[in-house]
């Protein structure tokens, strides 16, 4: 088994020692708390991540309460201190579910590093102008126009969010064709299209900020009429976990040319990861789905981001 760093343990502690209570019997732990006696531990790949056991939280607890606020978040250990990230995505990226808190922020309060984010929520990669949310709105108009990024800033990461909402079936036929090798210019892509729509943001982000970009998805999920826990009809699972094949294509294109680096950090296919949250867990949790509450940013999505980080951009 891979050696769990020390600035990661840190972490770990760290998300343990904010929600502990202040119970005097060893292990008992406050409603919706983490407990280091007893919490589910796994190490996937290169990332490792801790999130509570049944025992230790209630549902009856808030998980977008003030224990979970960033004001209780502190910091740890982190090599991304300091780092200056770009976020660019939807509502799960802005934090539909959690009050406008999600990644960006908790990442930025446990590590140190600097986060800009552009999210607004039902928006779109694939920019055909049809609709405000598809048009103006649109995580293309958004990034080119963007009065939060600075274009003249040196960033060290880019972080683009595998966006739901191009999975809704109105616009599955719009999910375009992955260019061949040699197209690497903003020119050479449909922006009207989903997998047209990524290849612009890689390029756009490359030739403006020259740093690695990183596109993530979130959890798993599959199809289900009725909306049950991790099921959702509209988008499907099966036609976002495509999308995510695709866009891993298009990563593994742009990572032969010199210079660029375009990772892919994928939730939804992590099996261990996606296990790891109970039935009650995620039921609490989580609003949908697709959309994370404050415990799940904090406790699950962000450490394991955190990991991911740490190790691709030493």
Not at 71 to 100: D, F, I, M
Not at 157 to 180: V, W
Request: hydrophobic share 30%.
């Amino acid at each position: 088994m891979k050696r769990i760093s020390s600035s990661f343990i840190l972490l770990l502690i760290t998300l343990s020692s904010m929600c502990l209570s202040s119970c005097a019997d060893k292990g008992k732990t406050s409603n919706g708390s983490v407990s280091s006696n007893s919490s589910k531990t796994s190490q996937t790949g290169r990332v490792e991540f801790t999130i509570p056991d049944d025992n230790a939280f209630s549902t009856s607890s808030d998980p977008n309460g003030s224990k979970f606020d960033l004001s209780n978040v502190q910091k740890a250990s982190s090599s991304l201190e300091g780092k200056k990230v770009y976020w660019l995505g939807s509502s799960v990226t802005y934090g539909q579910a959690s009050n406008g808190v999600a990644m960006s922020e908790y990442i930025s309060a446990l590590t140190g590093c600097e986060c800009k984010k552009d999210a607004v929520s039902g928006t779109t990669i694939l920019c055909d102008n049809e609709s405000e949310n598809t048009g103006a709105k649109s995580y293309l108009t958004r990034l080119m126009n963007s009065t939060i990024f600075d274009k003249d800033e040196n960033i060290d990461a880019f972080i683009c969010q595998i966006s739901t909402n191009d999975c809704i079936s109105s616009y599955l036929s719009k999910r375009g064709e992955i260019t061949e090798k040699d197209d690497i210019d903003v020119d050479d892509f449909n922006s009207e299209t989903t997998l047209g729509g990524v290849e612009t943001i890689i390029a756009y982000v490359f030739n403006t900020w020259h740093c690695p970009i990183y596109f993530y998805s979130g959890s798993y999920f599959a199809d289900g009429l009725n909306k049950g826990l991790r099921q959702n009809n509209d988008p499907k699972g099966s036609d976002y976990a495509v999308l995510i094949s695709q866009v891993k294509q298009i990563s593994n294109k742009w990572n032969e040319h010199k210079d660029v680096h375009v990772g892919v950090i994928d939730m939804f296919n992590d099996d261990e990861f996606n296990q790891l949250a109970s039935e009650k867990y995620y039921s609490w949790a989580m609003k949908d789905p697709i959309h994370p509450k404050k415990a799940a940013y904090l406790q699950w999505w962000s450490p394991y981001i955190i990991k991911y980080l740490e190790n691709d951009l030493d």
